[in-house]
């Protein structure tokens, strides 16, 4: 992660090197990115769920959204603390997101199922990536946050995945 731009960083008594700090915040930026796509999608699914199972599938994917608004914040309030910028525009989202895209033309609530659960799997799965690129880095406390956050992804991932098993 060394030779990572220094932009945007602002001081800070943050006994971390500076160009571990930029390059943990360059991390931070890219998962930031990836939650904020990823509640849009539940509550795209959340929006439009039709279907015999509507009400308890609205309020699963309303919990989703409202689970992944705190690692938002966790995430983007670490960024801050390191001296950098959080970086949650719609622009800077959109060209960085790693998600895959969500259909807006599923109505279906086992479609939303299905769309969602993918969504929250590769979520989980660069989480667990940015837990041992911060952990190379030598920011401990980072990869502690996308440890917390990896393990309460996988939650809402069994949670989301489990009304898949009926139709097996």
């Known amino acids: 992660m060394i030779g990572i731009r220094r932009r ?3 001081p800070t008594r943050n006994d971390l090197p500076q160009d571990t700090r930029a390059a943990i915040v360059k991390l931070l930026n890219e998962r930031l990115a990836d939650a904020i796509d990823l509640q849009l999608q539940a509550k795209q699914a959340h929006w439009n769920v039709r279907g015999p199972h509507f009400i308890s599938l609205h309020e699963l994917f309303d919990k989703v959204s409202e689970e992944v608004s705190g690692f938002i914040d966790e995430i983007a309030e670490r960024a801050s603390a390191l001296g950098g910028v959080a ?3 719609l622009a800077a989202v959109s060209s960085r997101t790693t998600l895959p895209a969500y259909s807006l033309t599923i109505s279906d609530g086992r479609d939303h199922v299905d769309a969602l659960s ?3 799997a590769a979520f989980g799965k ?3 990536a940015a ?3 911060a952990d190379s880095a030598g920011d401990a406390d980072t990869a502690d946050l996308f440890t917390q956050v990896s393990r309460e992804v ?5 949670f ?7 139709k097996r």
């Open 8 to 10: 945007n960083m602002h």
């Open 154 to 158: 996988d939650k809402q991932l069994w």
């Open 131 to 133: 837990i041992d690129q």
């Open 118 to 120: 993918k969504a929250i």
């Open 126 to 128: 660069q989480a667990r």
């Open 87 to 89: 970086e949650g525009t």
């Open 160 to 166: 989301v995945e489990a009304h898949l098993e009926a």
